[in-house]
T-cell receptor, first 114, second 114 residues
Framework: AQSVTQLDSQVPVFEEAPVELRCNYS??????LFWYVQYPNQGLQLLLK??????LVKGINGFEAEFNKSQTSFHLRKPSVHISDTAEYFC????????????FGKGTKLTVNP | EAQVTQNPRYLITVTGKKLTVTCSQN?????MSWYRQDPGLGLRQIYY???????DKGDVPEGYKVSRKEKRNFPLILESPSPNQTSLYFC?????????????FGNGTRLTVT
């Protein structure tokens, strides 16, 4: 079975600073990896996904993530954050092959301060 | 506008009083799913449906029922709600079982059971 660990439950940063949200996964098979964002009082929306190919994945709003198979990680980065990036971010993993099961991490609350 | 619509957004009820949370999508998606979100636990899947009349249990199905009589609707039924079902619930849909298509989430239903 797959599992996801988001190492930080809360990450406070100042506006225009870089940020990295960490995600590690555990799986005995090849996986698909995702980052979702949840703004206050809203549902989740897809930020980016890794299915195959290039290990550096670019998403919406200037975010990117790098798949590192040897370290079983999929960290999310942004070089300069805005106040509007304040949200909760979820890493998720699924077994390759179209599995219906998507396993979510517990989330990282990113707070961007002025 | 393509969307997943959940109703109601907020619901307060008492132990044992049957309730239904509705979910409807207008994207002709085959796959639909229910999740609950609890602080510190992330999202956990309750039930999912691959298509009309095809449903299956997720990680935390106890105390819940679902039905998929039409492609667009996937209601969540709590026959006898209990306080441990107080949570934030999300419905989601996807074009098909493949993760090449993203999950679309509703805006959530906050349920309180007293």
């Amino acid at each position: 079975a797959q599992s996801v660990t988001q190492l930080d439950s809360q990450v406070p940063v100042f506006e225009e600073a870089p940020v990295e949200l960490r995600c590690n996964y555990s799986s005995s098979v090849s996986v698909y990896l995702f980052w979702y964002v949840q703004y206050p009082n809203q549902g989740l929306q897809l930020l980016l996904k890794y299915l195959s190919g290039s290990t550096l994945v670019k998403g919406i709003n200037g975010f990117e993530a790098e798949f590192n198979k040897s370290q079983t990680s999929f960290h999310l980065r942004k070089p300069s954050v805005h106040i509007s990036d304040t949200a909760e971010y979820f890493c998720a993993v699924s077994k390759q092959g179209g599995s219906e099961k998507l396993v979510f991490g517990k989330g990282t609350k990113l707070t961007v301060n002025p | 506008e393509a969307q997943v619509t959940q109703n109601p957004r907020y619901l307060i009820t008492v132990t044992g009083k049957k309730l239904t949370v509705t979910c409807s999508q207008n994207m002709n998606h085959e796959y639909m799913s229910w999740y609950r979100q609890d602080p510190g636990l992330g999202l956990r899947q309750i039930y999912y449906s691959m298509n009309v009349e095809v449903t299956d249990k997720g990680d935390v199905p106890e105390g819940y029922k679902v039905s998929r009589k039409e492609k667009r609707n996937f209601p969540l039924i709590l026959e006898s709600p209990s306080p441990n079902q107080t949570s934030l619930y999300f419905c989601a849909s996807r074009r098909d079982r493949s993760y090449n298509s993203p999950l679309h989430f509703g805006n959530g239903t906050r349920l309180t059971v007293t």
